[in-house]
């Protein structure tokens, strides 16, 4: 049996291999057996399905989060190289994550889902909004953009260009598409037109 303090952590691997055993479905019964623990357990500790659906994606947007938008990982980079990497490293942690086609596919549409992911969004598009405006006063991209408008059609594009890369059944490599994504960011930006880019 696991210890009281480890149980919602081994319920939330447990649920999220469940769910990619099943394909975007879960059953309680096998989450609990999977963790080792009683099923009652797993409903005190969520819940819920739903909630215990909710606590494993947003888990992996915590994870997301952290290798992609943690401010440490881009301390001594460039605007352009800092931006760039963020690209490559979320397209990275998307290819590896064997999680990820459900979250960004068919569990996105799922209602426990939608208010975790509606969160994450939140919290990108204000960062990147803060980040777009950091760049227009140090002249890295020019002040003329709606940084709020124009992060959220960033953000959109890059998402979209996932899903349509990762649901090909020959993806392509990380590399040629953080390459096709930042190619098109920079012109979307004028980057070209800047001394620095």
């Known amino acids: 049996m696991a210890s009281a303090i480890d149980t919602p952590q081994r319920l939330v691997e447990a649920a999220q291999h469940e769910l990619i055993r099943g394909q975007g479905h879960l059953e309680m019964q096998a989450v609990a057996r999977r963790a080792q623990v009683s099923v009652g357990l797993a409903y005190h500790h969520f819940g819920s399905k739903a909630g215990l659906i909710a606590a494993v994606v947003e888990a992996f947007y915590s994870r997301l989060g952290d290798a ?3 401010d440490a990982t881009w301390s001594a980079a460039t605007w352009v190289e800092k931006e760039k990497g963020r690209i490559a490293a979320y397209i990275a942690f998307h290819y590896a994550h064997p999680f ?4 960004i596919g068919t569990l996105s549409r799922a209602p426990e889902v939608i208010d975790v992911e509606t969160a994450f969004t939140n919290r990108q598009l204000a960062g990147g ?5 950091a760049a227009q006063r140090n002249g890295s991209v020019p002040s ?3 940084p709020h408008l124009t992060i959220a ?10 899903l349509f890369a990762m649901a ?6 990380p590399e040629k598409l953080t390459d096709d994504i930042w190619c098109f960011m920079a012109a979307a930006l004028r980057l070209t037109a800047l001394p620095d880019a």
């Open 100 to 103: 990820a086609p459900l979250v």
């Open 168 to 173: 090909q059944e020959q993806r392509p490599s």
């Open 144 to 146: 003329d953009f709606d």
């Open 129 to 133: 909004a803060k980040m777009l405006i």
């Open 68 to 70: 992609v938008f943690g």
């Open 153 to 162: 059609l960033m953000s959109g594009g890059i998402r979209q260009a996932l």
